[in-house]
């Protein structure tokens, strides 16, 4: 399929990223309750709700594609394996961000081909912003009051160097990582918003050491790459998808400038056992 073949779909999965996000606050506006998977991570109604929206509604839109959502992970991988082309869905990116209720939760839908992602939609629920992306076609933003613009990275500035950082998952090992850099100033944020913040041009990285799974960042790498920037492993190496029996991540960074050698503050970290 041509570049042209997949930004055909960014309207339709923008309208079923909006209708997921209104169910998402129908339930959010209420006093709902909390489950645990057996990994420990929250469950609300309000995933599963966005979720059966979404996979229905890409579904009908595409039934030869398949569609891998968090919610119906347990697909093997012997199955997942055969797949050149799939859907990879977090139907509520952020759940402790709505369990917290600050608003910096997303609906994030991605299209897989050959392993990359070639189209991202990531819609801000509260907020109604909406970042999407198709290969070839650019990244763009819908803000608040429903205008569209096209969206870049930016050239790093080590004097001005802004650094977007998780809310819920601060992790000490990035201390030393920028030790030998100038001051930076740190935006705390929620979500795939985060890799939004590099995407827009409003922060120069995000490092994430720790635990993701592929829904995670699918939707974040297309806009992020259409917008000019990278989403990478600490080697500075493209995440694929669908390699692996596992859907975890290996830790990554977001880099605005890839001109910019990233990899000589995070190598050391790489060579970790």
Request: some cysteine; overall charge negative; aromatic content about 10%.
């Amino acid at each position: 399929m041509s570049n042209e073949g997949f930004s055909q779909y960014l309207e339709p999965v923008v309208s079923l990223s909006e209708q997921a996000a209104h169910a998402i606050l129908e339930i959010y506006n209420t006093d709902f309750d909390v489950e645990h998977k057996k990994d420990n991570t929250p469950l609300t109604k309000a995933d599963m709700a966005a979720h059966r929206i979404i996979v229905d509604g890409l579904k009908k839109l595409t039934p030869e594609v398949p569609v891998l959502s968090e919610e119906s992970a347990a697909i093997p991988f012997e199955q997942r394996q055969q797949w050149s082309r799939y859907w990879l869905v977090d139907p509520l990116d952020g759940t402790r961000e709505f369990i917290k209720r600050n608003g910096e939760f997303t609906v994030n839908i991605a299209l897989i081909d050959e392993n990359y992602p070639v189209l991202g939609v990531i819609y801000v629920p509260v907020t109604g912003v909406c970042y999407y992306a198709a290969e070839g076609k650019g990244a763009y933003k819908i803000d608040e009051n429903k205008q569209r613009q096209s969206i870049n990275s930016r050239s790093i500035d080590l004097q001005q160097l802004v650094v977007a950082g998780s809310r819920s998952h601060f992790n000490d090992r990035l201390t030393p990582v920028f030790a030998d850099l100038p001051d930076y100033e740190l935006i705390p944020m929620g979500s795939s918003l985060k890799s939004c913040l590099v995407a827009e041009g409003k922060a120069d990285i995000y490092p994430r050491l720790g635990p993701t799974s592929e829904w995670d960042t699918g939707a974040a790498q297309a806009i992020v790459e259409a917008a000019g920037g990278r989403l990478t492993n600490l080697n500075i190496e493209r995440l694929p998808y669908n390699t692996k029996s596992s859907l975890l991540n290996p830790e990554f960074i977001v880099i605005g400038d890839e001109s910019f050698d990233w990899g000589k503050y995070f190598k050391p970290l790489f060579q970790q056992p």
